[in-house]
Each structure stands twice: as C-alpha cells, then as structure tokens.
C-alpha cells in the first residue's frame, strides 16, 4: 500500500526506488540481579531500552538495489552475513491479520476439543481428580478444565490456598482473574510470576501489579533463575483434613495458546505430587481455616 502510494507520500519528488525491509534488534535483556533491589523496575527500566537495541539482522526484499542496501547496512554496522535477501514477505505472521477476518466460508470448520468423561461426569472438578488422575492432551482435548480447576478453587469455601506459577497467560486471561477472586474471598494466594520470560515482560509486569492490588502475595522469579514450570497446587479441607489437587502442564497457561500448541496437562491428588509441588512453589502449605486472608503468611 505505501508502495503503491509513495508518490503521495513525497510529493514533487523522484521516486528512484522503494523496498521493504525489516530490522531484527538485539532483544536480550541484561539484568544484574544480584544488584538489582527491585527486580520489576529494573525489568521496566530495560524494557525501554529494547526498542533501541543493536541491529542484529536485516531482512530485505530481493530486488533491493546495492545502493540502497549499503545505505541500510552502514548505519546499522552490519556485515554482509547479517543480510538476508527475502523473495516474499518479509514478516509472515503479519498475515494473520487476513485470518482474523471474518469471513467463516474461507476457514475450515474450527475443531471442537473433547472433554474427558470423568470430568463431565463428575459433580466438581475435585470430585474427578479426586477419583482418578486425569491426563490432558491439548489442544485434542479441551483446555477447559485447567480454567476449571482455578476457577472453581476461587469460589469453593473449602478451598483454603492456591499457588500457581505463571510464565505466560495470555490477553484477557480468565486465570488471573480468578486468582484474583480467589483473593478476594479470604483465600491465601501466592503467585510466582516470570517477569523475564522473553516478549512477555510488560505483559506479566501488569499482571503482578493487577495480583497485588488484590492481595497476591507475588514472587517475581528467582534469582539468577528462569521459572519456566507450570505448575498450580490447591489445598482444600475435606473432612477435617487437608488434600492437595495439583494441575501439572507443558504448556502455559493460556487458553488461546492452548487451541494451537500440542501440550500435556496432569491433574492429580497424588500426595507424592502434592509434596513435590508443595516444595517448588512454597513450603508454608499447611494453612488452617482461620489463616490471615488474602495471601499473608504464603511463604
């Protein structure tokens, strides 16, 4: 389109040329974090600087002429190996803008994941992992019930603590909702959230701050680590004991990807799984039904 149009563009001018390219920039963020006090505005702080990182390939069309190119490569102090000559488009994702249209009678049928038969069947979602250990195989079988699982664990009043490790969610993410209501009825919640986990930063930041308003107790990574687990573990009382549900995923938790990535997910009361678990995402478990609300004393 602004090929098309470069004559308006620059009006009373020559065109001698026009090309597309695209500029790949060095997305590494460097943190020293053994210095860093407060990791999530170091984090912000380096996020600024992304966008002005050093060039690290160019991608051009494959008719650009060498003038044009060295008036490119130059200024960017790339070399010739840094130099990819494209006969196409230059960013193939940008055409999933085409199939966000909507036009119903050019897509195939979209695929219906199925549901498995213990959880339909089950009253709640902790009856059936209760009975049995549930695996998942998305995106064949529905992502569903892992929304469920949080879901039903903010509004069950037996449900005492969620913990929950979160790399990537998503937009509009129903997870970090219900976490939140989790914390608003009284639950004790605790949240780890990646805030290095690569192109999400900004995302995951908003999603710390949106968990702490609401009285998360959030876990900004571990130092000197990348947290890349997904794991969610719920304590419920039941019958004057306490049992622990565990989701386990390969994937994240984000239900759009989840429609298109193939992934695992486990949902057990395995007490083996449970005590692992309690260890990774914290040891203080053994809340009690009078523990202060809303993420106090998580650990």
Not at 104 to 128: C, G, M, N, S, W
Not at 145 to 164: C, G, S, T, Y
Not at 241 to 253: E, K, Q
């Amino acid at each position: 389109m602004i090929a098309a149009n470069i004559g308006s563009l620059f009006p009373l001018r020559r065109i001698l040329e026009c090309r597309p390219f695209r500029i790949t920039r060095d997305a590494d963020i460097e943190i020293e974090e053994d210095e860093a006090d407060d990791l999530l505005r170091t984090v912000e702080q380096q996020l600024r600087k992304r966008r002005f990182g050093f060039g690290v390939r160019l991608e051009v069309a494959d008719e650009m002429s060498p003038l044009m190119l060295d008036f490119l490569t130059r200024p960017l102090e790339l070399a010739a190996h840094d130099v990819y000559s494209i006969a196409g488009p230059l960013n193939i994702p940008d055409l999933m803008a085409l199939y966000k249209l909507d036009l119903p009678d050019l897509k195939d049928k979209p695929y219906e994941p199925r549901t498995p038969q213990v959880i339909k069947h089950a009253e709640t979602i902790f009856d059936a992992i209760r009975n049995q250990d549930i695996l998942l195989h998305h995106p064949y079988e529905s992502f569903g019930p892992v929304i469920e699982f949080v879901r039903a664990a903010a509004i069950d009043p037996h449900v005492l603590a969620v913990k929950q490790t979160l790399y990537r969610v998503g937009p509009n993410s129903p997870i970090i909702e219900y976490l939140v209501e989790a914390a608003e009825h009284g639950k004790q919640v605790a949240v780890l959230v990646e805030l290095k986990a690569r192109f999400d930063e900004e995302n995951n930041i908003l999603w710390a701050r949106r968990l702490e308003r609401a009285g998360v107790h959030v876990i900004y990574g571990i130092l000197g680590l990348k947290t890349h687990s997904k794991v969610t573990l719920i304590v419920r009382e039941e019958s004057n004991t306490l049992r622990r549900y565990v989701h386990l995923g390969t994937g994240n938790y984000n239900p759009v990807t989840a429609k298109i990535y193939t992934d695992f997910g486990f949902l057990t009361a395995n007490p083996d799984f449970s005590t692992d678990c309690s260890e990774l995402v914290g040891s203080n478990t053994a809340v009690c039904r009078n523990a202060s609300p809303a993420g106090a004393g998580t650990g």
